[in-house]
């Protein structure tokens, strides 16, 4: 089973592949290959090669200090992939030799962010902002990042005075209900969230047809 | 150094004859004493330190007993056999022999200009003698006006001349022990006298002030000044503390107001509402946009000015303990529960609920800002509804306020009427309406102000605070849906522009609610049953009220003090711990900086625990120092 635990990884697209699932399912090292309760989320397990160096405290079982957790959720050729460190996505990315069909999508996190913040009169906020990362811009060497934190910025004051200031590149969404965090996305693609079970795993399909469905995710862009 | 407190005993004192000599044991317990009960007997619970150790009072053996206070423990030097009270004199130190009586007099040396003080000399465990502090010999009386004439006849009189001797009795005795309350008193006398004076105002009202006033400074002062030098000609009514008082927990009290009062002047409410006169009127009837709608979203108080809040300070209410009362403010008085001295670290009885009572006071002003005195007179009716039937503009933002507020009460008397779409109104609706629904409307006001304000709009401590409150009053099963709607509309605060608020606020509370653990509760099973099986009824009631929230968020909001209330100095690396104290320990140079915080932090136990809340009754009243 699956442990709860943070996963962090990417949204992305490989081109020329058929299917990211198979593709990652036979690579080395790849093990416990599981469909995550119906869903096309999947886990699996990739024992990576010593020599790779990657060294982190990945909670293991003991015995299997280079074993990692993997998740994927697979969408014609789009899918994310999250494990508990981000480099070691990337290792494994390196590890079955797709990095140079790899593509990472522009995610608009300032119009997301504003969504979030204001809806269209005639609906309510439907997420809550629970962590805002943004570019400051005008203020030269002296000001460059800020970063909020809370269970419900956009409906905060303060945030709304500097939100026309603000360039933002990372959010974090909570569900309006149980309060608790969805997912955090970067404008480069990054998503990480706490994995708290299978329902979980449904909130953040509905974000993310959400962000579709408002076409704040872009592809075909080259990130120089 | 650190002081632990570490078990709860009972002091007696006692003079089995008339004319005999006054006796002191030590007791584990009022139970104990009973039996023994005499026409003079009197007690009150004592708590050992860890450094302390029961004397014995036996034989010939001299002792001597001093009572020291108001003293914050941490103040006090290491070594001696120290028991802390709620008493004003809330340490007492046990010498015996030699080396302990010369440690005394040193220590009394020290305190002679500071801290007033009075020693028993036992032999065995009678009193032979003693001796009190220079400052209670020295100190001056305290100045009185003179009386204010009220004609023979006037029904005010006996009232009157009752509060006025009840001032001299407690400005005298509070001179020594809790000094700073004679400027607050004048500054009290001074309103009621605009009051009592004023010759627009009914006779039976000022009574009720006057009564009100009576009472609670009757229970201030015989509660904290009882078990004042001479001990033992001043006794307490409230039994179980009829040796020392709770003098200790008045302190606390007036601590509390004190930082309350100070930091919410701050949000200047009055000013900044009267600001909204020289603003523009938004384009469209509020009325009919939604919270989403930039006009609403774009509400807010204005501005403060800087440097003003020498000019709207908080009237000083007197503060008191009541058996009957319980949590309580009017227009003068603040009260809390006698059940705080043993459950104050509960969250049923703990003094968080001040909060509420503070913020009716801060509701009644801003609701005082927004009608302004025209409200009594009928031409302003006539223009709020003229406003409110499209066939007059506002003149300015005040006025649409004004109208929306009016709006807010109507909704609720469609609700009476169960007409939720048009009511007929008359002329004079706006001051009918208003008046009627004045209570339900102020009541639900203070729950949004504590929420956003004291709560820092958490739902999770702010159900666990106010529905363990209510869950240790007798008899309010009829009145269950009120508390559910009150719990509403402050979660539904935070849900105003979200999708389905409604739902979500409902679903919120009965979250907040199955997640309570409250032993054996009364209220909050049959609230969650009513949650579940009249979820419509609910969604509809709050619904109805939304337009008093919306109202809330424009013009009682004001984050500067809410940040001001959240604020404390951080003492550990962890933001969860930012307070950092250890329960039943003082330590020195560690006064609470926020009493808010600390109470949230430490009095959320389920069981009564008399040193804890002697802990946090003692740390509140040495709260922030001159600052408080």
Known sequence: MLRQAVYTGHLAKLHGVKSVAGLFRDARGVGEFASLGDRKWYSFNWSAPANLNLHLDAGAPAGQANSYPFILRESSDRFILLSTHHSVVQAFFRWCRVEPQLEYPRVNIINLVSAVTRPPEDQGRIYRLGAVFAAVEGYGRTLKTVAFWGDDIGDAGLFQEVAPQISPFRTALRDIRSDREIVSIGSGGEVSFFYRGLGHLDQTDRLFRFLTGLDLISWGISHG | ?628
């Open chain 2, 1 to 628: 150094m650190s002081i632990q407190i570490t078990g709860e005993l009972t002091l007696v004192v006692d003079r089995p004859s008339i004319d005999g000599q006054f006796r002191v044991a030590i007791r584990d317990s009022v139970a104990a004493t009973l039996p023994h009960w005499g026409r003079a007997t009197r007690t009150s619970p004592i708590f050992q330190t860890s450094a302390a150790k029961i004397p014995l009072l036996t034989g010939r053996r001299s002792t001597r007993v001093c009572f020291i206070g108001p003293i914050s423990p941490d103040e006090l030097p290491a070594g001696f056999n120290l028991f802390l009270s709620y008493g004003v004199y809330n340490a007492i130190i046990f010498a015996q022999g030699q080396t302990e009586f010369a440690a005394l007099d040193a220590l009394l040396a020290k305190l002679a200009k500071t801290t007033p003080w009075e020693m028993w000399e036992l032999v065995g465990d009678k009193v032979q003698g003693g001796g009190y502090s220079p400052l209670l010999k020295t100190a001056s009386s305290a100045t009185h006006p003179p009386m204010r004439a009220i004609a023979h006849g006037d029904h005010l009189r006996a009232a009157s001349e009752e509060y006025q001797t009840l001032l001299a009795v407690t400005r005298s005795r509070a001179a020594p022990y809790l000094s700073e309350t004679a400027d607050e008193l004048n500054v009290l006398d001074e309103a009621l006298n605009d009051k009592i004076k004023n010759v627009e105002l009914h006779q039976v009202r000022k009574l009720q002030w006057l009564v009100n006033i009576n009472a609670a400074l009757s229970r201030f002062s015989s509660q904290s000044f009882a078990g004042t030098s001479p001990i033992l000609g001043t006794e307490c009514h409230f039994w179980t503390h009829s040796l020392l008082g709770i003098g200790l927990a008045t302190k606390a009290l007036l601590h509390f107001r004190r930082y309350v009062d100070k930091r919410a002047a701050l949000a200047q409410f009055p000013a900044r509402i009267a600001a909204f006169k020289s603003m523009d009127p938004v384009a469209s009837s509020l009325k009919a946009q939604a919270a989403t709608h930039a006009n609403w979203s774009s509400l807010t108080l204005p501005a403060p000015k800087a440097k003003a809040s020498a000019d709207v300070a908080q009237l000083p209410l007197i503060v008191c303990f009541s058996g009957r009362d319980g949590f309580k403010s009017t227009t003068f008085t603040l009260s809390a529960p006698l059940e705080v001295m043993q459950s104050g670290n509960t969250c049923a009885w703990s003094l968080q609920t001040l909060t509420h009572e503070l913020s009716h006071i801060f509701v009644e002003s801003i609701i005082a800002a927004l009608l302004e005195d025209d409200f009594s007179k009928p031409v302003w009716s006539t223009k709020i509804l003229a406003i409110y039937n499209g066939t007059r503009q506002p003149a300015n933002l005040h006025e649409q306020l004004q109208e929306f507020m009016f709006f807010a009460f109507a909704r609720l008397e469609m609700e009476d009427q169960g007409k939720l779409d048009q009511i007929d109104l008359p002329e004079d609706a706006p001051k009918q309406l208003i008046r009627k629904h004045y209570h339900t409307a102020s009541e639900l006001l203070a729950h949004i102000f504590d929420f956003v304000h004291f709560f820092q709009q958490d739902p999770t401590s702010y159900v666990n605070s106010v529905w363990s409150s209510w869950d240790v009053i007798p008899n309010i099963e009829s009145r269950i849906d009120e508390y559910i709607i009150r719990s509403l509309c402050a979660l539904h605060y935070a849900n105003l522009t979200v999708e389905n608020g409604t739902a979500v606020s409902i679903d919120m509370l009965l979250a907040k609610l199955q997640g309570l653990s409250i032993p054996r509760d009364q209220y909050v099973t049959p609230a969650i049953k009513a949650l579940k099986d009249r979820r419509d009824h609910f969604l509809q009631a709050l619904g109805v009220r939304i337009p008093l929230i919306k109202l809330a968020r424009a013009v009682m909001y004001s984050p500067e003090v809410a940040s001001i209330f959240a604020q404390t100095r951080p003492v550990s690396k962890t933001a969860a711990k930012v307070t950092g104290y250890r329960a039943k320990v003082f330590t020195k140079n560690r006064p609470v900086d926020n009493p808010i915080r600390f109470i949230l932090e430490h009095c959320l136990d389920r069981s009564s625990d008399p040193a804890k809340s002697l802990w946090v009754l003692t740390q509140l009243a040495f709260s922030g120092g001159a600052d408080a």
